[in-house]
Structure formats: structure tokens, C-alpha cells
Nanobody, 125 residues
Framework: QPQLVESGGGLVQPGGSLRLSCAAS????????VGWFRQAPGKEREGVSC????????NYADSVQGRFTVSRDRAKNMVQLQMNSLKPEDTAVYYC??????????????????WGKGTLVTVSS
């Protein structure tokens, strides 16, 4: 059964780094745009980043611009989110989502073909 699985979450001190991975099984991410979203306790889910199917277009929320970097690892059929200079307000469950289309270059909050179950990131001293 096709699925997305996130990994790499954990506890990190403010200023630290984590790298999240979103791995696909039973389908190729090569023809999907992939978005990262997060949901903090008591808050609505928000978009964090998006990478187009080609990898040529990336987008970031203002709150993470300059600190987070999204990239593709086609050999491993996964998308990674490198998170640097982490802040307590980055604490959330992080989800990835896949949107079919070789020309897809945006990641709306609805309409994804697949969603992962999330990985928890906690930024605390």
C-alpha cells in the first residue's frame, strides 16, 4: 500500500539542528511535489515548505525562511527538510504530503494525494 513515512524528529536545544526525512513506499516521488506542514499544540496546521516535482522550485514560510532547507534525494525516493537555528516556536508535529504532477510546484493545505502520520519535533532547553 503506498504511503509516506516521516522520520528524524526528536528533542533538540534552541539553536540546534534536525533533519527530517519523508520517505515514500510503493510509489515514486519523482512525479510528486512534496510539502512539509506542522501543527503545534492548540494551533492549526501550517505550511512550512514545498518542493516541486522537478526540484527546481522551493517555497518556505516566512517563519522558517533562511533556517530551513528542503531537498530531494531521488536515489532514496525521499524528501528531506534540514532545520537549523531551531527555536522553541518550531515545536510541532511535522507532516509531509505528496501532490501528483510533474508540473506541480505548490502545496496547498488540501488536495494532497498522500499524507504521512507525522514526526514530533521538540525544541527545548
Amino acid at each position: 500500500q503506498p504511503q509516506l513515512v516521516e522520520s528524524g524528529g526528536g528533542l533538540v536545544q534552541p539553536g540546534g539542528s534536525l533533519r527530517l526525512s519523508c520517505a515514500a513506499s510503493e510509489f515514486s516521488l519523482d512525479v510528486y511535489a512534496v510539502g512539509w506542514f506542522r501543527q503545534a499544540p492548540g494551533k492549526e496546521r501550517e505550511g512550512v515548505s514545498c518542493i516541486s516535482a522537478s526540484g527546481g522550485t522551493t517555497n518556505y514560510a516566512d517563519s522558517v525562511q533562511g533556517r530551513f532547507t528542503v531537498s530531494r534525494d531521488r536515489a532514496k525516493n525521499m524528501v528531506q527538510l534540514q532545520m537549523n537555528s531551531l527555536k522553541p516556536e518550531d515545536t510541532a508535529v511535522y507532516y509531509c504530503a505528496a501532490y501528483w504532477g510533474v508540473n506541480q510546484d505548490y502545496c496547498p493545505p488540501r488536495g494532497a494525494d498522500y499524507w504521512g502520520k507525522g514526526t514530533l519535533v521538540t525544541v527545548s532547553s
